[in-house]
């Protein structure tokens, strides 16, 4: 079955600084990747997504990510953090056979001012 | 353009008891997947629904069953519950059953097993 992890639990970022959040999957086939954000009493919101092609994916919110297949590893960039991208971070992958998406545990941004 | 709803935003259950959860699909979406969120974890997989019927599931009991409507609005059922039960519930629409469309998702119900 396929799973994702997420190493880090909590990082804390200075306003302007670069982020880069670790997301590690296993999968026996080629998989596809999201990454999602969630904010305090709200539903998650879809950054960007991988399936094939061009390993780097661009996002919202200037977010982008790149699919490394020898590390399966689909890790999340931002080159200058702004406050208001402070909430939980989810990567994701989903089994295409029966449509079951498996989220890792999430990593929660704080940022410092 | 609405987007996706739930109903209720909070609920209260002892165990033992039965609930039903509400979702209305983003317009033009006719695929709902449910998800089930335990405080300080990723959202699981329960179910997903694909113009009525079930279109893939995860590893939940028999107890959590669903409906999708004509309408493709959905609702989630969970019998006898237990205080693993509680969690946010989340429900997410899609404009079609594809593994690579995108999900879009609601604020959730936070539903609270005594």
């Known amino acids: 079955a396929q799973s994702v992890t997420q190493p880090d639990i909590h990082i804390t970022v200075s306003e302007g600084a670069s982020l880069e959040l670790r997301c590690n999957y296993s999968?026996?086939?080629?998989?596809?990747l999201f990454w999602y954000v969630q904010s305090p009493g709200q539903g998650l919101q879809l950054l960007l997504k991988y399936f094939s092609g061009d390993t780097l994916v661009q996002g919202i919110k200037g977010f982008e990510a790149e699919f490394k297949r020898s590390q399966s590893s689909f890790n999340l960039r931002k080159p200058s953090v702004h406050w208001s991208d402070a909430a939980e971070y989810f990567c994701?992958?989903?089994?295409?056979?029966?449509?079951?998406?498996?989220f890792g545990a999430g990593t929660r941004l704080t940022v410092k001012p | 353009e609405t987007g996706v709803t739930q109903s209720p935003t909070h609920l209260i259950k002892t165990r033992g008891q039965q609930v039903t959860l509400r979702c209305s699909s983003q317009s033009g979406h006719n695929t709902v997947s449910w998800y089930q969120q335990a405080l300080g974890q990723g959202p699981q997989f329960i179910f997903q629904?694909?113009?009525?019927?079930?279109?893939g599931r995860g590893n939940f009991p028999p107890r959590f069953s669903g409906l999708q409507f004509p309408n493709y609005s959905s609702e989630l059922n969970v019998n006898a519950l237990e205080l693993d039960d509680s969690a946010l519930y989340l429900c997410a629409s899609s404009l079609t059953s594809g593994a690579t469309d995108t999900q879009y998702f609601g604020p959730g119900t936070r539903l609270t097993v005594l």
């Open positions: 629904y694909y113009r009525e019927e079930e279109n």
């Open positions: 999968y026996g086939a080629t998989p596809y």
């Open positions: 994701a992958v989903v089994n295409w056979n029966n449509n079951d998406m498996r």
